[in-house]
């Protein structure tokens, strides 16, 4: 036996339909933004569709001849595009984890180049790579100098 429903619950029923009942990909998103610690759905569809274009350009390169010289530049042109900071800085050891890499960024503690970078959803060209170091000021770039024992003593004034 089932209770009869109140009057909120039949009028909520009457809205959805459950006949056309669209199955969204609301988990799976949300289990790839919390693994990631991306904070915008924006940044994730972006992501999605950068990947999808790369993944598109990588099946394309693949089906050329092997021996034609514009898949070798194409593939080489394709491995040097962007990543997003805080992989690289895992990757270069700068912070142990993804949580800890975006913290550091958006409290402003790193820079790529002469700009100093608080989105961590920025994207990072293999070129540029090489430059993703620690603002002059941040606290972490004086403590990792003191452990290494390289601070200077002009540094102690700054």
Do not use: C
């Amino acid at each position: 036996m089932v209770r009869k429903l109140k009057f909120h619950e039949q009028k909520l029923l009457k809205k959805v339909d459950f006949i056309s009942w669209e199955v969204d990909n609301n988990l799976s998103e949300v289990k790839v933004l919390r693994r990631f610690r991306i904070q915008r759905r924006e940044d994730y569809t972006k992501y999605n569709k950068l990947s999808r274009e790369v993944r598109e350009l990588a099946r394309k390169i693949r089906d050329l001849n092997e021996k034609d010289s514009f898949r070798a530049k194409s593939t080489s042109r394709l491995l040097e595009k962007l990543r997003r900071l805080p992989t690289i800085m895992v990757k270069l050891r700068m912070a142990q984890n993804l949580k800890t890499a975006i913290t550091f960024i958006e409290q402003g503690h790193v820079r790529v180049g002469p700009e100093v970078v608080t989105d961590p959803a920025f994207l990072v060209t293999r070129n540029t790579e090489d430059y993703v170091t620690w603002v002059d000021s941040s606290k972490i770039k004086q403590h990792v100098m003191e452990y290494n024992e390289e601070r200077d003593d002009f540094d102690l004034v700054v």
